[in-house]
């Protein structure tokens, strides 16, 4: 019997510690429901699971969204030019940035749009709304509302430009280089860097494989987000700034111990 306790109590804290790291505000309001409702009231498991999703799904939606920008940080604004890629980011709290880089979000998007009517800019995983230096697990710098990653453009097999993904979650599709390209993947991972390529694991699914990187549009959106002033980094795969013709010196190399930008571009303001 003692021993059944100890294992739900492990369990808990768990579950605890992983809604803390996927939506930062999980972990807290896991806990209300044990609170308030007792094990003695009549089918007391199932009433707290509904009062937790419908006391997590309120205060996602309606509360933090208010209370973020007294920690400098405001929910990404979506618009027909801009849009988070999978429903996913916006339910765990991992949408929020500086007011600053939603003003920079918002440039870039209509610069896209007003080139290509069609086309959006599509976010990935941004900042919780709390508190900087809080991690945005699995990113290593993503803790202060300056960070964002978003996709790059695709194309399909006729040619046309498209905003769908190849991957669910907009991760670990990548951008394989070429035979005269640069693998960072093997020289990273042949000095210990086992996870450089972990995102590969967290595709949620691959719908589209068809897809391809549209080169001439993913450039050109490179080359829109250096022209905004407050941009000081952006992090892609040493095989694409080269094959893409990138020059800028904001645009580098972000090192073995993150994980490998072949699928994803990364930028962070001043």
């Known amino acids: 019997m003692k021993s059944n306790y100890f294992f739900k109590g492990i369990l808990h ?14 972990g807290i309001l896991y806990v209300i429901p044990f609170l308030l409702i007792s ?14 999703i419908i006391l997590y799904v309120t205060t996602s939606f309606l509360i933090v969204p208010k209370v973020a920008p007294l920690f400098g940080r405001v929910k990404i604004e979506n618009s027909k030019n801009l849009e988070a890629h999978n429903f996913l980011t916006k339910l765990f709290n991992r949408n929020y940035v500086t007011p600053k880089m939603q003003e920079v979000l918002t440039n870039i998007s209509l610069k896209i ?21 809080f991690p945005l697990l699995p990113h290593l710098s993503h803790n202060d509302g300056k960070k964002i990653d978003i996709s790059f453009i695709y194309q399909t097999e006729k040619g046309i430009n498209t905003n769908a993904k190849p991957s669910n979650s907009g991760y670990g599709i990548f951008v394989v280089p070429k035979k005269n390209e640069i693998n960072q993947t093997n020289i990273c991972k042949k000095k210990g860097f086992w996870q450089y390529d972990f995102t590969k694991y967290f595709t949620l699914g691959n719908f589209n494989s068809e897809l391809k990187i549209s080169e001439k549009a993913t450039k050109n959106l490179i080359i829109q987000i250096l022209k905004e002033d407050a941009i000081s980094k952006i992090f892609i795969e040493p095989h694409l700034k080269n094959r893409l013709n990138l020059s800028n010196s904001k645009i580098r190399f972000h090192g073995c111990g993150a994980v490998r930008h072949d699928d994803h571009i990364h930028f962070q303001i001043k």
Not at 13 to 26: A, C, Y
Not at 113 to 133: H, I
């Open 13 to 26: 804290v768990l579950i605890f510690i992983f809604l803390t790291v996927v939506t930062q505000i999980g």
């Open 39 to 52: 094990n003695k009231v009549s089918k007391y498991k199932l009433k707290r699971r509904l009062f937790f």
């Open 113 to 133: 749009n007003k080139e290509s009517p069609s086309l959006k800019v599509v976010y990935l995983d941004a900042n919780f709304p709390f508190f900087d230096g």
